[in-house]
């Protein structure tokens, strides 16, 4: 089974520019998504972005638009979330996903069975 691995979260300025990486241990298949969401303290789980592993396909949520953009290298079994001007709003665990049964806009995190551990991020104004 697939393992997902996080990284790249750290303290952040506000106005800045970060990528994160999420790193696949183990068989992903062509039909699999792969998708980021974020959890900040006290909040429901929230869809940011999804792709899929075969062919280009990627969605963003509409509230995310033109700040978070997915991509990936199959070769290096990666998905990354680049994510420009940070706010203070965006302070969340980041976790990654990935399910053979959802679709890149598949916002409820039920239908991900295989999720990462999750990497912090922290904007300081």
């Known amino acids: 089974q697939v393992q997902l691995v996080e990284s790249g979260g750290g303290l952040v300025q506000a106005g800045d520019s970060l990528r994160l990486s999420c790193v696949g241990s183990g068989n992903i298949f062509d039909a699999d998504v792969v998708a980021w969401f974020r959890q900040a303290p006290g909040r429901m789980p929230e869809f940011v972005a999804g792709?899929?592993?075969?062919?280009?396909?990627?969605y963003s949520a509409d509230s995310m638009k033109g700040r978070f953009t997915v991509s990936k290298d199959n070769a290096k079994s990666a998905v990354y979330l680049q994510m420009d001007s940070w706010t203070h709003d965006d302070t969340a665990l980041y976790c990654c996903a990935l399910d053979n049964m959802a679709s890149v806009s598949s916002h409820n995190p039920s239908v991900y069975n295989i999720w990462g551990q999750g990497t912090q991020i922290t904007v300081s104004s």
């Open positions: 792709i899929a592993w075969s062919g280009d396909t990627a």
